[in-house]
């Protein structure tokens, strides 16, 4: 268990009170689905910030940040297809201040251009450039290192199980309608 693992659930019995033995007398199932130690958004926060993390780490030498490598990732996958930052938007769930702030720091270093669109001029397509297409590789490799590192020491079997149960967590949160049905689909599917 990682020294970070072990310490939100070490803060998180002080914060409830958990750290007493747990009291049996009650439903275990219903007691065990509010035992905060399994505070399952929290640790997909906890592993979401790391991935972002080690994602930057692996391609900052080419000066990119981990959302600046998934969108260029994306841009080179959808090469030759008509991409506009609501796509992004829909894509990485981001809002759309988000996506122009990424957009504008890529325009500034060069690794992406802005052209009109020709059936609606008041539309900006968003085209990758010759230095985002040189650095493809290294963004995709790099990005690759960090997918390995994250699920290093799984077995195959456990990773199709870990798929499942964050489809159903997927799932779930669909089902709350809190997000639109095309991200959940594009994210899963991508």
Same mark, same amino acid.
């Given at each position: ?63 990119? #940040? ?62 990758? #450039? ?45 089902? #709350? ?14």
């Amino acid at each position: 268990m990682s020294t970070a693992v072990r310490d939100m659930n070490r803060d998180t019995q002080r914060d409830t009170g958990l750290d007493a033995a747990p009291d049996t007398s009650r439903d275990t199932n219903r007691d065990t689905n509010r035992d905060t130690r399994r505070d399952i958004g929290l640790r997909i926060k906890h592993i979401s910030v790391a991935l972002d993390q080690m994602r930057t780490a692996q391609i900052a030498e080419l000066g990119l #940040t981990s959302s600046q490598g998934l969108v260029l990732r994306y841009l080179n996958r959808h090469r030759g297809e008509p991409i506009y930052p609501s796509d992004l938007v829909r894509q990485f769930g981001l809002s759309q201040p988000t996506v122009t702030g990424i957009l504008r720091r890529l325009e500034d270093k060069g690794f992406l251009e802005f052209q009109a669109d020709r059936g609606d001029r008041r539309r900006k397509s968003i085209v990758a #450039t010759d230095k985002a297409l040189c650095c493809h590789r290294q963004i995709v490799a790099g990005l690759q290192r960090t997918e390995d590192m994250l699920m290093g020491g799984l077995t195959g079997e456990e990773l199709d199980r870990l798929c499942l149960l964050l489809d159903k967590v997927l799932d779930n949160i669909l089902r #709350t309608g809190a997000l639109p049905e095309p991200f959940l689909q594009e994210v899963v599917h991508d």
